[in-house]
């Protein structure tokens, strides 16, 4: 299947993660490409920068956004658009995401992906705004689809009937959280595999893994376990439906060592079809603005020792 978007499969990658830092300065990992949270460096210099840096030299690199709120009444923030083409540019992203969701309202930021009503008003209102964003980016904007636990009781359409209309009417990109897709379809009580089914497969960039937290009743989506195996089954059908595109594995509390998190997401080389053969060739990586892993290490700035973490 043709690259979508013209966006390469990065093969298998893994959560850029503050606590893993030490290990990836140490040993520089066989990984085929990182996805890094975008509001964790777009204000923030000196050491993790200076480690985005440096993995942005050896190993692909993805933003993950999740303060855009692409489906917010507040105006767009151009300023944090700004910020987030300066960053993407620097380190080379290989493409930028966020979520579809809004964040907040009045300028009050609650760090929560909240739902949207899904209607026809609400659709034009997102489409608008993703036009305006990949305007700005220059680049295609690709949306996640969030997990939910509530939904508004005047939408008129689904998900991903939604999600169709918004990648028909402004070209963006999917990102497909399998993880979210369970969570959602337990909470909300729909088929996951007909949601599979409904999404535009060739607007598929990437996909995301995560462990939830299933409390009977409803599921949470915490990151902070192994993927179970009801969502490698998903992620089995997702695999045949694009026939494979970039895959990542999210774990954001409980963080075990990263050789662990490394291996959890190198399940998907025997889960799915498309990633059996995962990363890039040497002479892709170039394209996409990798150096080599045996390039020559620069001096990290002070402290040499990581003593602060940023919220992820």
């Keep these: 299947m043709p690259p979508r978007l013209g966006l390469p499969n990065l093969g298998l990658g893994v959560g850029l993660r503050t606590v893993h830092f030490p290990y990836l300065l140490q040993h520089w990992p066989a990984v085929d490409w990182f996805e890094a949270i975008s509001e964790n460096f777009l204000d923030s210099r000196g050491r993790p920068r200076w480690v985005l840096d440096q993995v942005a030299e050896r190993y692909p690199v993805v933003m993950h956004g999740v303060s855009l709120s692409i489906g917010s009444s507040d105006p767009l923030d151009f300023e944090y658009l700004a910020k987030l ?3 993407a540019t620097e380190i080379r992203a290989v493409w930028v995401s966020d979520h579809l969701c809004w964040t907040g309202v009045a300028g009050i930021n609650t760090h929560d992906l909240l739902p949207l009503p899904l209607t026809e008003e609400s659709l034009r209102h997102v489409a608008e705004r993703v036009r305006v964003v990949q305007d700005v980016l220059e680049r295609p904007l690709v949306l996640e689809n969030p997990s939910t636990y509530v939904e508004f009781r005047e939408s008129t359409l689904s998900e991903p009937a939604f999600l169709s209309a918004l990648v028909a009417e402004t070209g963006c990109g999917l990102l497909l959280d399998v993880n979210n897709v369970y969570v959602s379809a337990r909470n909300h ?11 535009p497969a060739d607007a598929v960039v990437q996909m995301h893994l ?7 009743t409803h599921v949470i ?3 902070d376990g192994r993927v179970v195996a009801a969502v490698w089954d998903l992620y089995r059908e997702a695999e045949r439906l694009t026939g494979g595109v970039s895959t990542l594995l999210e774990w954001d509390a409980k ?3 990263f050789p662990e998190v490394h291996a959890e997401v190198m399940k998907a080389r025997g889960a799915g079809i498309g990633n059996r053969v995962s990363g890039l060739a040497e002479e892709e990586r170039r394209e996409v603005g990798c150096a080599t892993a045996d390039m020559e290490r620069a001096t990290p700035p002070q402290p040499v020792v990581l003593v602060a973490m940023e919220a992820e």
């Design 255 to 257: 963080i075990p060592s």
């Design 189 to 199: 009580e729909f088929d996951p595999r007909e949601y599979l089914r409904s999404v």
């Design 210 to 216: 995560a462990g939830h937290t299933d409390c009977g």
């Design 221 to 223: 989506d915490t990151h």
């Design 85 to 87: 083409k300066r960053l």
